[in-house]
Nanobody, 126 residues
């Protein structure tokens, strides 16, 4: 059984930083990617970032234009944890953040990800 668990959300002032963590267990192979998504009330879920690795080494990352240069996705292969380092946070980054796993390649569409965590709330105050 696949389990996806996020942590690290919280309340931060604009300009501050947070680091989200995502632990995945139960995947049948290492040939999967992790996407970070977010959803604010009344909006659609949008992709923030995705990371892919080959033989344990990261070989691809991507970012939404709105977070490029501020967010960094990474993976600790030894612990099987994916991180989303969020810097220079803005009030418009306020949302519930989810990580999700899928086999194969990164995709922008949430519907292409089969395994989801419960989400972690990030709130950025002015």
């Amino acid at each position: 059984q696949v389990q996806v668990v996020e942590s690290g959300g919280g309340l931060v002032q604009a300009g501050g930083s947070l680091r989200l963590s995502c632990i995945v267990s139960g995947m049948s192979s290492d040939n999967y990617v992790m996407g970070w998504f977010r959803q604010a009330p009344g909006t659609e879920r949008e992709k923030v970032s995705c990371i892919r690795w080959v033989y344990g080494r990261t070989d691809y990352t991507d970012y939404a234009d709105s977070v490029k240069g501020r967010f960094i996705v990474s993976r600790d292969a030894s612990k099987n944890i994916v991180y989303l380092q969020m810097n220079s946070l803005k009030p418009e980054d306020t949302a519930k953040y989810y990580c999700a796993a899928r086999y194969g390649v990164c995709s922008d569409s949430p519907s292409n990800y089969r395994y989801w965590g419960q989400g972690t709330q990030v709130t950025v105050s002015v």
